[in-house]
């Protein structure tokens, strides 16, 4: 047990102390803020100010009847400029050019139709005109001709009545989660089990290369250097995935506007429960992969045979992602189920079929006992193939080679 610390204390502390991953976590950091900085940095430059797009009206025919002044009053991030009389064509391409306004409507009626010019510099800077503002319009003009009816306070709520729809899902297993929260959270934890698992080789074959190896060997036993070196990278980087969630949750809260991210990040289905399932799923994911690629990085010598070595494993892992990732299209399908046994892409994918309510519980002890039993084998089989091809410093072992070192070993 001593020596299991002593080796993980060793990759930790080695880990840590690397640029390449000191910078990388920075950058990372870095470029998070910056992102949630965005719509500041934006305001800044432009100027708080000029923020809101300024969009001149003519109704020179006074078709809204003056009912255009309340646009202002309402919560819109365009600043209306409202004119009742007629202005040359040419003076408002002035006003546009010259940056007075972004852009210019112009009314005219024409029997039973409102024609409208839409006036603006290029529409690939600004776009077309917003679905939501002549929405708007179409609105003011329908009220003004409702009123002109004479109809009655009740006819005009029954004119405007609106559908509230309520879904009421027939199948006992189909999701109640937020779809883009549960995809977002299955990416990130792709990239924790794979990222912080691809080190374990990358660290294997750099001390082969420095012969940092031939001294750990001669002071413990191989068992005790993969599950100390797998703890160890394990333990950085989830301190790293930490860091991490821990920066951007602050910078949204401190950066972004309140209830910027309503809607799109619904954190209610996040329990406590789930968040421990979560955590089992990603020791236990990170385990099962952490070993098969302290596997291939003890078969090479050289670093730049790392990627070639780690292609099989890579595939694997995106197989085991995807699975998991096109299965939660269909929750309640049997592909869902599926994909949340299979060790490859139960870490990916069964901890969000219980955040969609979708799993049993029969399920859930099922993948977990599926997948401890596969990191027992795979580490019984990486162990001893790495005892034995762990000093080879000659040529790329192939899988003919790991099959009778594994046999000669037994």
Known sequence: MKDLITVAGFTIKDMLQRKSFIISLIIILILIIVGFNIPNIISKIKGDNNWDSKILL??????????????????????FII??????????????????????????KNDNEILVNYYVESVVSFGEIPEEVLNTFSSIYKNIQISKMGLTQNQLLALN??????????????ASGNQFIIMLLSIVLFYAIYFCA?????????EKTSKIMETLITSTN???????????????GLLQIISILVVGV?????????GTLDGILDMTNITPMLAVIIIIYFIFGYFFYALLYALTGSTVSKPEDINSANGPIAIIAVAGFYLAYFSMMNPSSNVNVIASILPISSPFSMPFRVMMGTATTNELLWS?????????????????????????????????????IY???N
């Open 222 to 236: 191989p068992r005790t250097i993969v599950l100390g070196k797998t703890i160890g990278i394990g333990i950085v």
């Open 161 to 174: 009545t609106q559908f509230n729809v309520s879904t009421i899902e027939t199948d006992e297993n189909a």
């Open 198 to 206: 691809y080190q374990v080789s990358s660290s294997i074959t750099t």
């Open 83 to 108: 004119e009742e009389k007629n202005i040359d064509e040419q003076e408002i391409k002035n006003q546009i050019n010259s940056g007075e306004i972004d852009a210019c409507l112009v009314f005219n």
């Open 368 to 404: 977990i006992a599926i997948l401890v039993v596969s990191i027992i084998i795979v580490a019984k089989i990486s162990i001893k193939i790495y005892s034995s091809a762990i000093l080879n410093y000659g040529t790329k072992l192939s899988l003919k080679d790991m099959i009778e």
């Open 250 to 258: 602050i910078s949204a809260v401190s950066f972004l506007p309140e």
């Open 407 to 409: 046999k000669n070993k």
């Open 58 to 79: 003519v109704d020179s025919e006074n078709i809204f009847e003056n009912n255009l002044q309340t646009l202002n009053s309402e919560d819109s991030s365009y600043n």
